[in-house]
């Protein structure tokens, strides 16, 4: 079962902040965080395990709150190359290898 | 860093023929996946692969369909007979342990047309 995500897309001039949200209404195990250029592969930003992990790569960061069976990428003082878009990956539990994606949020950066 | 390549990167087939898609994974990752994107669309999982077999598959993942590592190094998924709803770009992914704990590489995808 897919999680979904919202918004399903973001325009925002340089600087300013966004968040993204995944949830599911399944139990989560983990949480996997990708960004996709138009015409490109998907890119991995960050993994976040159950309980309750937080985690910041540069000024991107993200938290997973296993209770609710939800996620967030916060994005801060968005740059251009922040423009694509980004898609949560859920697996459900440890034992599948079955890591599957919400439907995507597209992200526009303006100057 | 290490890369998964796939060839080729467009692939033009008329209904009803077979068309296989090659992936050669990043060498020592050892979980194998492919994914599909409708133009525009979410990326569907389609097929997990380790320990030389499937490990989960979804419900896209039809008798159409068929998966093979036939080297150490290649990983392929084949389709046997196309139908137009099959146009998508296809992306292979390794990683080197399971993906509740592992990052997904991907490859910069195959783009299938059936016309």
């Known amino acids: 079962q897919q999680p979904v995500q919202s918004p399903q897309a973001v325009i925002l001039r340089e600087g300013e902040d966004a968040v993204i949200n995944c949830s599911s209404s399944?139990?989560?195990?983990?949480v996997h965080w990708y960004r996709q250029k138009h015409g490109e592969a998907p890119v991995f930003l960050m993994i976040?395990?159950?309980?309750?992990e937080q985690k910041g790569h540069d000024k991107i960061s993200a938290s997973f709150n296993e209770k609710k069976q939800q996620s967030s990428l916060y994005l801060t003082a968005s740059q251009l190359s922040y423009s694509g878009t980004y898609f949560c990956?859920?697996?459900?539990?440890?034992?599948?290898?079955?890591?599957?994606f919400g439907g995507g949020t597209r992200l526009m950066v303006k100057p | 860093e290490p890369e998964v390549t796939q060839t080729p990167s467009h692939q033009v087939t008329q209904m009803g023929q077979e068309v296989i898609l090659r992936c050669v994974p990043i060498?020592?990752?050892?979980?194998f996946y492919w994914y599909r994107q409708i133009l525009g669309q979410k990326v569907e999982f389609l097929v997990s692969?380790?320990?030389?077999?499937?490990?989960?598959k979804s419900e896209i993942f039809d008798d159409q369909f068929s998966v093979e590592r036939p080297d150490g190094s290649n990983f392929t998924l084949k389709i046997r007979s196309t139908k137009l709803e099959d146009s998508a770009m296809y992306f292979c992914?390794?990683?080197?342990?399971?993906?509740?704990?592992?990052?997904?590489?991907f490859g910069s995808g195959t783009q299938l047309s059936v016309l």
């Open positions: 992914a390794s990683s080197v342990g399971q993906p509740q704990y592992e990052k997904l590489f």
């Open positions: 060498s020592n990752h050892l979980y």
């Open positions: 692969f380790y320990n030389n077999e499937i490990s989960e």
């Open positions: 976040l395990l159950k309980g309750g």
């Open positions: 990956g859920t697996e459900r539990d440890n034992a599948g290898n079955m890591l599957t």
């Open positions: 399944k139990a989560l195990y983990s």
